[in-house]
Every structure is written in structure tokens, then in C-alpha cells.
């Protein structure tokens, strides 16, 4: 797990563009967002973060933000388009409220199947009070795999 003091966090009141900079600068792929008292309000992805389509009201399906293989710089100015519907947007306008956690008593099995039987990329931790302590991501647990993997190699 990424404990607290390592995440990188948004709170509701986060621009896009804020939240943008800060996935690029970190090469990161989402953030739980808290209150002020570290309470877990919701959770946003860099999906979410340019899915603004939805927001703005085009309505545009999915699958064509996507490009074919040739494509790159057609969704290179697709992507810079998004970015335009950015401005003024908060993260509270694009974030998964409520979302899937686990608590900091979860077995690490039982945290790396629902990340593998589900679509979900990172679980935030809470502890009884609903309060971030961490976050645990498949890459996490693909760590974590290996160091066993390795642990029992030395042994046998």
C-alpha cells in the first residue's frame, strides 16, 4: 500500500487543471479526494479527468476517444480539445463519489482480487473513521507478487 504521507491527493475543490498538472508531473493515473480532515469523499481517474464530453453534453460514445493505431495525431488534437472544456470545472464536477474502499484490516488477498475481478484500478484504505491512510493499486500488488516470488526462490 502507498501510505498516506506518499499520496497525492485533490480535494472537491481542485480544479481539472490542477489535478491535470499534478498526474503528469507524478506520472500517477488518479487520486482519492478528501476533505479537510483527511476524510475520503471520492476518488477521480485521469479517464475521468478528460471524459468531459459527458459533462459538457455532446454525449460522444466512448470508444472514439480511442484511436486506431494511426491515429495519434488526430487524438492528440482530440485530447487538446478536451482540454479546452477543462476551464472552471472542479474536481466535485468529475469525481466517483462513494467510491469501492477497503480498510486498513483488509488481508492484502482479498484487496488483490477485487482489484483483479474489477475495473478499478486503485482501493483507497480508510480506517474505521472513513479517514485515508493509504491507497493500494494493481501495481501494488504485482510489487508485491514478486517480492514473494522471489523470497520463495531464494529459499528453494
Do not use: C
Amino acid at each position: 500500500m502507498t501510505k498516506k504521507e506518499d499520496l497525492h491527493v485533490v480535494k472537491p475543490t481542485t480544479t481539472v487543471d490542477e489535478a491535470l498538472e499534478t498526474l503528469v508531473e507524478n506520472r500517477i493515473t488518479g487520486f482519492p479526494v478528501i476533505d479537510d480532515d483527511w476524510k475520503l469523499v471520492g476518488l477521480v481517474s485521469d479517464y475521468d479527468l478528460l471524459a468531459l464530453d459527458s459533462i459538457s453534453g455532446s454525449g460522444r460514445a466512448e470508444s472514439s476517444m480511442f484511436p486506431e493505431v494511426d491515429s495519434s495525431w488526430k487524438t492528440f488534437n482530440e485530447i487538446q480539445k478536451l482540454l479546452g472544456k477543462t476551464n472552471g470545472k472542479v474536481i466535485a464536477d468529475v469525481m466517483t463519489p462513494a467510491p469501492l474502499v477497503v480498510r486498513e484490516t483488509t488481508n492484502l488477498e482479498d484487496a488483490a482480487r477485487l482489484l483483479l475481478e474489477t475495473k478499478y484500478r486503485r482501493l483507497p484504505v480508510v480506517d474505521s473513521n472513513g479517514t485515508l491512510v493509504g491507497i493500494i493499486t494493481r501495481g501494488n500488488v504485482v510489487r508485491a507478487a514478486l517480492h514473494v516470488k522471489r523470497e520463495l526462490e531464494k529459499r528453494g
